[in-house]
């Protein structure tokens, strides 16, 4: 029995499966994360209030736990997956040409966007999670004032410019991956595969515009 | 011949190993005269008549219908799985999609499943196997039924003809850059599991076939439709969409 399932969850049709459910999921994150830092255009006052009821929850930390949880699954099978695929062809071809009919940019350097988004990730967390820790009160409850820490963050050109170009590498990963987990998930149908397909795109774009127009906004706040 | 038949002259890179123990390498010919009224493997066959009679061992290949519809003949031409056109198998490719002076690279198909029996010959006998494990419907023999007592939808009925389609050449292996066997595995697995007779046994058919195919070695499709590109018949990616459901479907309700 224990076996049987063993077998299931190893195979490579369940493995594209998870690898599919934990990027859906992650692609969630990403939106819910997006519309929540958006109240940075709101007011300093909005987004620390938003950030500190988030994280003054015991809650957060199962939250987290399950995120990093699903990022780790997602990460883990990544590796294996492309070190089966790796082995499934041990002698290479001389000449190898894409048809143009099939695979795109995105498709063949997912493992590629792939690793620079877990280093842009690690810093991410390194910067904002564990950056400066900047004080605010409101009425009179004390907070941390992390809109302080991000505009400051954001006045580096360098590290603005770099944050943008990591949100161009997640928009590519988005945009093959999250119409292929509908695939890997067994959603494939004429009436609506197309539709994916364009939702897919949708998604890359608003992912990578609406990120990056966070550094733009904090550089230019500081700016005057 | 045609009223614009022309010669060609090539430089033919070919893959050439002695057997599956020899690490081979590539070999250049120079082939002048190649008709471009001429298929693919008939340039092939110039190839060979000319090294025989050099006393040179000549390339070996499969092919067998040179009709486009047996499924043998394979090579990678100028690194594309049954050469640059679509929806056309080796032997139906013809010269005059070559011009005067190319260089034309031809290699076996390669996947860790495949090995190499001899030049550009490989041992596509995995295919063999998965469709052992479950490519079938078992019936009961006697007298053949009456045509029309299990009724088939239209619509199913021409899915499943567009799966049956497949000729298990293994283009769809040759060019996925993961060497991953799903295109093939999920057109066999849906031509069955579209039709009222092969319903029955869908269960254990999928997990078998997948079971299989993981344990032949192929990698894992990234769903970058590259097989769909390259199969000389067309088959779609949505039939591993099919195959991806009827594995879950599969694992998650049957009973073995
Ligand atoms: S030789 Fe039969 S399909 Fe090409």
Not at chain 2, 167 to 180: Q, R
Not at chain 2, 189 to 209: C, F, N, T, V, Y
Request: hydrophobic residues 45%.
């Amino acid at each position: 029995m224990f076996e049987r399932f063993l077998k299931v969850l190893t195979s490579s049709v369940i493995k594209k499966q998870l690898m599919g459910l934990t990027g859906l999921l992650l692609c969630g994150f990403l939106l819910t994360h997006l519309i929540g830092n958006f109240l940075i255009f709101v007011s300093p006052e909005a987004f620390n209030t938003y950030a500190y009821k988030l994280t003054s929850t015991p809650l957060i930390y199962v939250a987290e736990a399950v995120l990093m949880g699903i990022f780790l699954l997602h990460l883990g099978l990544a590796m294996v997956l492309t070190i089966e695929n790796k082995k499934a062809r041990p002698v290479g071809y001389y000449m190898k040409q894409p048809t143009g009919r099939g695979s795109t940019f995105a498709s063949s350097t997912m493992p590629i966007t792939g690793i620079v988004i877990g280093i842009f990730i690690v810093l991410h967390i390194i910067h904002f999670k564990f950056g400066a820790h900047y004080s605010v009160t409101y009425g009179d409850v004390e907070m941390r004032d992390l809109y302080r820490l991000i505009i400051e963050e954001f006045q580096n050109k360098a590290f603005a410019f770099g944050y943008i170009v990591s949100m161009a590498f997640i928009g590519v990963h988005i945009s093959h991956g999250f119409w292929s987990a509908f695939q890997s998930l067994g959603f494939n149908h004429p009436k609506y595969t197309t539709v994916l397909r364009c939702l897919s795109t949708i998604y890359a774009i608003t992912i990578f515009g609406g990120f990056s127009s966070l550094p733009i906004y904090c550089f230019l706040q500081g700016v005057q | 011949m045609s009223s614009e038949e022309k010669q060609l002259t090539l430089n033919l890179k070919v893959w050439r190993q002695k057997d599956g123990k020899d690490k081979g390498q590539m070999v250049d010919y120079t082939l002048e005269g190649v008709s471009t009224d001429s298929s693919f493997l008939e340039m092939m066959d110039q190839l060979n008549e000319k090294l025989v009679v050099e006393n040179q061992d000549p390339v070996a290949f499969d092919h067998d219908c040179r009709e486009g519809i047996c499924g043998m003949c394979s090579l990678m031409i100028n690194g594309q799985a049954h050469g640059p056109e679509s929806e056309t198998t080796t032997c139906q490719l013809h010269m005059r999609k070559f011009n005067d002076g190319d260089t034309v690279v031809i290699e076996p198909w390669r996947a860790r499943a495949f090995p190499v029996v001899k030049d550009l010959m490989v041992d596509r006998s995995a295919f063999d196997e998965i469709i052992m494990a479950g490519g079938y419907v078992n019936v009961n023999t006697g007298n053949a039924q009456d045509a029309n007592e299990i009724l088939v939808p239209k619509e199913d009925a021409d899915l499943a003809m567009d799966a049956a389609a497949c000729i298990g050449c293994a283009a769809c292996v040759a060019s996925c850059k993961n060497a991953s066997a799903m295109l093939f595995v999920s057109a066999k697995i849906s031509q069955l599991a579209l039709l009222p007779q092969g319903k029955l046994e869908s269960d254990k058919r999928a997990q078998a076939m997948v079971e299989k195919m993981d344990e032949l070695g192929f990698g894992n499709c990234t769903n970058e439709a590259e097989c769909e590109a390259s199969c000389p018949k067309g088959i779609d990616i949505s039939n591993i969409a099919r195959m991806n459901r009827e594995y879950f479907k599969s694992a998650v309700v049957s009973k073995s």
